[in-house]
């Protein structure tokens, strides 16, 4: 497996809480892609990175932002977490662009109460 | 927006028989890509189709890329217990990869 952990890989919170999710990749990959698992949906992109400081909005960003200040972190925030973002969350990474082959991180499953 | 759509979403078969699931994109597609995803694991890639008709093989699996690059399939033959999981494709007309919703395989032994 390439070397991605996600911290934390389980989270309980309340609605109207702030909470950030960590990705951290070992590979030096230059792309990073922040996506949500939800029963009967499959795998839906939530924003992107090209790039230290260079993010991209995917199908579902309202309610998320991201940051990426170095190559092998990637912050989602969900700045006030509503029940509808209760799901499992997954972190990948490619290297040769946003087409390219993406290794997945384990997942953090987040409840929002 | 672009759209890829697998079927069936759900597959149930005894251990031995075979298994199809079927990925078709609205657009055309640059390469495909399909990933197995195990009960309560992370997605991980199996192969990447890029030629127009191409079919490449991993042991029992068999995987298709149609003429228009439309379209592809994965062919599993005689299941066993461990092919269970999710199935998914993926499509990149010019944008970050598209994923499908995914074919579940239960496999009962």
């Known amino acids: 497996d390439a070397g991605i952990t996600q911290s934390p890989r389980h989270k309980v919170t309340e609605t109207g809480t702030p909470v950030t999710l960590r990705c951290h990749q070992t590979?030096?990959?230059?792309?990073m892609y922040w996506y949500r698992q939800d029963p009967g949906h499959g795998l839906r992109l939530i924003h992107y990175s090209y790039g230290v400081k260079d993010t991209d909005k995917g199908e579902v960003s309202d309610g998320y932002s991201v940051s990426r200040s170095k190559t092998e972190d990637f912050l989602l925030t969900l700045e006030s977490a509503t029940s509808s973002q209760t799901s499992v969350y997954f972190c990948?990474?490619?290297?040769?662009?946003?087409?390219?082959?993406?290794?997945f991180g384990p997942g953090t499953r987040l409840t929002v109460l | 927006g672009q759209q890829v759509m697998q079927i069936p979403q759900y597959q149930h078969v005894q251990e031995g028989e075979d298994f199809t699931t079927y990925c078709n994109s609205s657009?055309?597609?640059?390469?495909i890509q399909w990933y197995k995803q195990r009960p309560g694991g992370h997605p991980v890639f199996l192969i990447q189709?890029?030629?127009?008709?191409e079919v490449k093989k991993q042991k029992r699996l068999t995987f298709q890329f149609g003429e228009a690059k439309k379209n592809s399939s994965l062919h599993i033959t005689a299941t066993q217990t461990t092919d269970v999981g999710t199935y998914f494709c993926a499509g990149p007309p010019d944008t970050p990869l598209v994923f499908g919703k995914g074919t579940r395989l239960s496999v009962i032994a």
């Open positions: 189709l890029v030629k127009s008709g």
């Open positions: 990948a990474i490619s290297e040769g662009g946003v087409t390219d082959t993406q290794y």
């Open positions: 590979e030096n990959h230059r792309y």
């Open positions: 657009t055309t597609l640059s390469n």
